[in-house]
């Protein structure tokens, strides 16, 4: 807090490292270590080494007991558990701070997880959420919170965390995820699995999924520790698959999950891939997909004047942006890589440090642009930890074209050309009487242009200020000169007390001029 309130300067305390501030938030508590991982998706707010130490930070919560957790679960369901279920493990095969999950059999037979929420989380959650802000009004006096309205960031995690309290939100990401995947022409949607929601038994307090057998990726037979020629083969078509999956959901469907981590991408005992546990999500518009594809190629043509253009028009309005000092940034960042080949670039340290460049010229950029960079480093890092020889560039490659294609023409051609064709007529119905608007307003002398400019009132102010001093030094010697005239000719008592009084004022106006510009700390 130390750190944030006196903006990190170089002689002042400075934020905790980032393992302790890992401990530091496992201390505090579940909610914390739930704020900590939201952190570690605004990579555009903290450097990269707090934003790799919070993503691993796992809540070290043991789990509920059974017969808290069955009293929440009769709670939520229309029937008895003995109508419902034929089995259910009381072991939980997973706990986290806000939900733990059980394995259970319907009587139908089918094998489902149960992700039910602990008991008495709620209330915690919401005394938390109100210190968090509090503290969040404290930081926004500072600069740090000025420049990053820590106010309004507080309130975009307190909103996600009271949103993961509500299972029903995760269903309905799981839901529209598995419709989005269900088909492709980049991959083969029967290789990928999202678990099925069975929404008659889901809750806000009890999300139940289809039961999938498998085992997390790293782990899987697939793992870089075997070798064989299948074996390598199978590996290189789930690397594939894997990034096929998630350049649909980020540059086509603009719907993505947005927490790739090992733990959530398993290798299924029947040789598919399921992608777990989908309650964070990003969205992206048509716009920003289009800017993002472009930084992308940018990055590759190590093009720093073009990248520093595609950061200016990513940045939310109305921020000032020093275009020379940003470009400056970008050539030192692009630099370091002018004699490196494309397999040897980790895209993922690009990302982070695009944000990084970001952060230090003072651009905002939208929330769900932290989400992107961290989903991507996520993906490549699993993707590398799998598969060693794999090289983002060149699985991007061969979708280059169709995404292109995609962006220009949208998924409908037809309609896209009918629309563009309607803008041409209004553009070309429009155009002769705009233009005679404007020869008639230039012949008539009426025309006004109403121009902006960014430093223009600052530098008016300066000027202002210039001429009041200018003023006051005028006024100053005036009175010094007066007083000064009357003092050598003075013959009365009542002249020299006019004498005192002015040269009392000059001398009173002439501090305090004096004073004013030592405030401003522009003597020089």
């Known amino acids: 807090m130390r750190g944030l309130l006196t903006g990190g300067k170089a002689d002042e305390p400075r934020l905790p490292s980032p393992e302790v501030l890992c401990n530091i938030l496992v201390e505090l508590g579940p909610v914390y270590v739930k704020l900590g991982q939201l952190l570690s998706t605004r990579p555009d707010l903290l450097p990269g080494k707090y934003v790799e130490a919070l993503t691993a930070l796992q809540a070290n919560v043991p789990p509920v007991a059974w017969n808290q957790v069955e009293s929440q679960i009769k709670q939520q369901l229309p029937q008895s558990l003995e109508e419902i279920f034929s089995q259910i493990n009381t072991e939980a095969v997973a706990a986290g701070s806000i939900a733990q999950v059980h394995r259970a059999t319907l009587k139908n037979g089918e094998e489902v997880a149960l992700k039910v929420q602990r008991p008495g989380i709620e209330a915690i959650v919401n005394q938390d959420i109100s210190l968090i802000k509090n503290l969040a009004e404290l930081v926004s006096i500072t600069d740090f919170g000025k420049d990053y309205d820590i106010v309004a960031l507080a309130e975009e995690f307190t909103t996600a965390l009271k949103a993961e309290l509500d299972f029903t939100t995760e269903a309905d990401y799981t839901e529209e995820l598995r419709r989005n995947l ?114 992308l190629l940018a990055i590759v043509d190590l093009d720093a004047q073009r990248c520093s253009q595609l950061t200016i028009e990513l940045a939310e309005a109305g921020q000032p942006v020093i275009l020379e000092h940003l470009e400056n940034d970008y050539v030192r960042l692009l630099r370091r890589y002018y004699n490196l080949s494309l397999s040897q670039i980790n895209f993922s340290e690009v990302f982070y440090e695009v944000l990084d460049i970001s952060r230090k010229n003072k651009i905002r950029l939208p929330g769900n642009m932290g989400l992107y960079a961290k989903t991507l480093a996520n993906l490549e890092g699993v993707a590398r930890s799998f598969n060693p020889e794999v090289n983002l560039l060149d699985e991007i490659k061969p979708l280059m074209t169709d995404l292109f294609r995609r962006q220009l023409w949208g998924n409908n051609p037809t309609e896209t050309f009918l629309r563009t064709a309607l803008d041409l007529k209004n553009l070309s119905l429009r155009s002769p009487r705009q233009l005679d608007l404007l020869l008639e307003r230039v012949t008539s002398e009426t025309l006004k242009w109403n121009i902006k400019i960014a430093e223009l009132p600052q530098l008016r102010r300066s000027l202002d200020d210039s001429a009041n001093r ?55």
């Not at 037979?221 to 064989?228: E, V």
């Not at 090992?262 to 289009?290: E, K, S, W």
């Open 182 to 295: 269900s088909t492709s022409t980049w991959f083969n949607p029967e290789k990928l699995v999202i678990p099925k929601v069975y929404w008659d038994l889901t809750t806000p307090n009890l999300l139940v999924l289809e039961w999938l057998d498998g085992v997390p990726l790293l782990l899987s037979k697939l793992s870089k520790k075997q070798s064989g020629k299948e074996v390598e083969q199978e590996r290189g078509a789930v690397t594939t698959l894997l990034f096929r999956t998630f350049f649909q959901q980020i540059y086509i469907d603009g719907f993505f999950h947005a927490d790739p981590h090992p733990g959530n991408i398993f290798y299924l005992n029947d040789g598919r891939v399921a992608i777990l546990d989908c309650g964070m999500i990003g969205r992206l518009d048509p716009r920003t997909q289009q800017i993002l594809t472009e930084m």
């Open 470 to 524: 200018l003023s006051f030094s005028i006024l100053v010697g005036s009175l010094i000169m007066g007083a000064a005239i009357i003092s050598s000719g003075a013959q009365t008592a009542q002249l020299s007390v006019i004498s005192t009084i002015l040269f009392t004022v000059a001398s009173l106006l002439g501090l305090w001029l004096i004073f004013s510009i030592l405030r401003s700390g522009r003597l020089r």
